[in-house]
Structure formats: structure tokens, C-alpha cells
């Protein structure tokens, strides 16, 4: 069993022995300024009146880790057992016969003298007090949140201390100012993610967004409830509408991580008609275990260095071979030359965009299938072709109902202008097609009047 040092006899708070020797010996007023006075601070009277659970608090857990361990354990094994409300030492020993018993003895004595536990000589038996049991009651809370995901566990404990306060009547403006400044703090860092202009950064911090909104929503009754409440002071009031109007910010910016989000479509480069994206090989790249694994074979171990190569030893003698000769330049015109044969890019792509225009266009006139208010499956419209057709017509399907790209001229405005609404599912679905295996979900149907949401949908190649 591994070693457990033991608490001294003498470190128990209370006793300046508990405390740093300049700690212990530096009066409050030291701390501050000579003519400052320490009991005219609000903050310092709230927390001198409070002394007794402070110095509980410090019973357990001043020193090292260790014995705070120690101390926490013991504790919790005492609050375990609910058949009584008093326990006594042979219960302990036998409870606890895993610890050393003069480690036992100095805990015991430690938590005895600073009242987390009571002694009763009448009965000769412990009973932990009810301070005990408020504290442990605040580390479980804290040991529950720690093992929650991080994006959950902030908002979560911070949610959950304002509600239990409120269910009970005793909602503090310092538990409100907390979730305030937590909810402040996650609006600066989603707004920093949109203005980095990072895809990758920007899906993180949407889905924490996602989970923050969810939160926000389990709150708004209790906030609701705590600015209705008539018996409420003003700064109550006061910190409970500050909440909800950082709330409102909040919620509000679903609509910049989606303008942003669809920017980032607009700009997204594809590589030729593979229907591969830079974005594809970022995050192949970001999920590979080891990326200096790719470079294996690459290049020679150990690179051959030649800092004079031949080529640049040709052109230094040319040059002095013929330093002091005259060379005769001919004047005459050059030969004509054939002039280079190229191919316009957007040229070569302009039959499939005109396709695919005219393939929405009989969506829209019900001649391949109406869309309707149910709408038809985003893979009828984009299948059958080959995999890297479907994927040019579903880089495309963003550009629906986009108003900036349909003030323009060219086929992507006409494509802008269609009243079609593209609807996009998280779900991906397998299809039955040569050349495609699975395709996301979604559905074309005729443009309502309220502004359409783009995504990205893009088939996957088996």
C-alpha cells in the first residue's frame, strides 16, 4: 500500500503554527494602505462575517495534496453511512482500517477541532455537523462538473447554482454576476472565432455555441422567474436583466456564423474536377497520427549538399571566356512563333453550369418532377452523373437565394435567382448509383418568403 504522510498534531488553522510564519504574524491592516481601513470595505465585512465557514474550509484543505486527500476521504466515508446519525471510534476504525492509525488519529483531531466533527461524551460517539456536510455538498457539486465535457461543465455549475438558489429564495447578485460574466465571456470568444475568418475554428466554436444555447434555454425560466419576483432588490433585478440581454446576444449570432460560414463556401477552393476541396485536406491532414510519416521516402537521408552545382560552374567560365570578346548581337526581328494554345478554365466548366441551370429550371416548372411544399430529395436533382459532376453541382447549391451573388451577372446569378430553397439534413444516406455511394441528405422545394439557410452538401465517393 502506498505511504500516506501524515498530518502533524500542530497544523491545524486556528494555531498561527497552521499558517507561513509571515502569514501568520501580518495583521489585515498590513495588507492595505495606512489610512484604508480594512473593516470599511464591504467585502471584507462579508468575508469576516463568514469566518467560521472559511476556517472550516481551511481545515481541510490547507497543506499539500495529499493531506488534503486524506482529510476529504475520511470525511466522505463518515457522510456515507446514513443508517445514523452518530458513529462511533470503533465504526471509524473498522470504516477506515485501510489508513495508518496515528494518520487516523491526527485527521480526526484536525477535523475535531475546527467543527466538522462534534464530540459527544455523553454517548461517546462523532456526529458530523452540518457545516461538514455544506462543504462536502459544494465539492461534490464541483466533482460532478469536473467530469462533465468541458464546452457544458462552466455554463452547467454556474446554471445549477443559480436555479438551487432560487428554488430555495436566496438568489445572491454575486451567483448572477458569475453566469453573467461567463455568458460575457463566451459571446467575446465566438465573436473572435468569426472575425479569424478559420472554417475549422469557426465549426468549433458553433458547436459550442450550440451547446451554450442550450443552457441559455434551461436559464430563461429561472431568469424570468428571478426579474418577476416582487420580494427581488433593485441590484438583483439589476444583474438578472444584464443576463438576459447577454442571452439575447447570444442567441443572435447564429446569424453571423452563418453569413460567415457561407462566405467561407463562396471562397472555398476545389481541386479540378476531383470534387476535393482544401478544406477535404486539411482535416485529412489534421486527423493524421503522424505527419512526418508522409515525407518517408520523399526525400534522400542524408541530402547530398552542393553548393557549387556544374550548371553554375558553366556560366561562370562562359562569362569569362567571353569577358574580353566582342560578341556580335544580330539585330534583326526574331522568327514568329505559333502563340501558345490555352484553355479558359471557366470555358470548360460552362456546359455543366448551363446543365445544371437548365436541370433547376425544370425543377422549377414541374417538368422533371415538381417540388412542392413537401419538396423532392436533393439526390434526385443531383444524380445520375458521374462523382465529379454531382460534386460541382452540390458546391453550387449554397449559391441558392443568395442575394449578393444574385445582383451579379453570369450563370452563378442565374443560379442565385431561382426560387428554389435548399434544405440540408445532417443524415447521410446511401443511394443507388454507379458512380456515387452516399450522398447527405436534403430537399429542393419551392422558395417561401422568409430567408432560406445554406449548407454544404457533397457526395461522398465510394
Known sequence: ??????????????????????????????????????????????????????????????????????????????????????????????????????????????????????????????????????????VDSLLVAANTPDDDADMGFLLSQ??????????????????????????????????SGSEFRLRTAQEKWHSACDWVEKGSAIIHAITTDSQADAMTHKAAQAIGR??????????????????????????????????????????????????????DEPLSLLFVTPAEMVDVAESELLADRVVEVDHGLPQGEDAPITIDEAKVNAPQLEDWIARLDAIVNGITGAANDVGMPIANALLPANFAIASYRASLLPLLGDESEAVLQGGTATMARLPLDFTPEDVLLKVDDPHVAAISAGTLAHKPNSTNQVANTAPRHE
Open 246 to 299: 447577454a442571452q439575447s446576444a447570444l442567441l443572435n449570432m447564429q446569424g453571423m456564423f452563418s453569413r460567415a460560414l457561407n462566405q467561407i463556401e463562396r471562397q472555398r477552393v476545389h481541386l479540378g474536377q476531383s470534387g476535393l476541396s482544401t478544406t477535404d485536406i486539411k482535416s485529412w491532414l489534421l486527423k493524421h497520427p503522424d505527419l512526418s510519416s508522409l515525407a518517408e521516402g520523399a526525400i
Open 1 to 138: 500500500m502506498q505511504n500516506i504522510s501524515s498530518d502533524k498534531p500542530d497544523d491545524i488553522p486556528g494555531d498561527n503554527t497552521a499558517l507561513p510564519d509571515e502569514e501568520a504574524s501580518t495583521a489585515l491592516q498590513s495588507f492595505f494602505h495606512d489610512k484604508v481601513s480594512p473593516d470599511d470595505i464591504e467585502q471584507v465585512f462579508l468575508l469576516k462575517k463568514a469566518q467560521p465557514l472559511l476556517q472550516a474550509f481551511t481545515a481541510v484543505f490547507h497543506g499539500g495534496f495529499n493531506g488534503v486527500l486524506v482529510r476529504l476521504l475520511v470525511l466522505r466515508e463518515l457522510v456515507a453511512d446514513t443508517s445514523s446519525s452518530t458513529i462511533t471510534r470503533a465504526d471509524i476504525n473498522l470504516k477506515l482500517s485501510y489508513l495508518d492509525s496515528d494518520s487516523l488519529e491526527t485527521v480526526l483531531l484536525r477535523l475535531r477541532s475546527n467543527g466538522l466533527l462534534a464530540w459527544d461524551t455523553v454517548q461517546s460517539v462523532y456526529r458530523v455537523t452540518p457545516m461538514a456536510r455544506n462543504i462536502l455538498a459544494a
Open 162 to 195: 443559480v436555479a438551487g438558489a432560487q428554488a430555495v429564495g436566496g438568489v445572491s447578485v454575486e451567483q448572477l454576476h458569475h453566469l453573467l460574466g461567463r455568458l460575457i465571456e463566451l459571446t467575446d470568444e465566438f465573436r473572435d472565432a468569426i472575425a
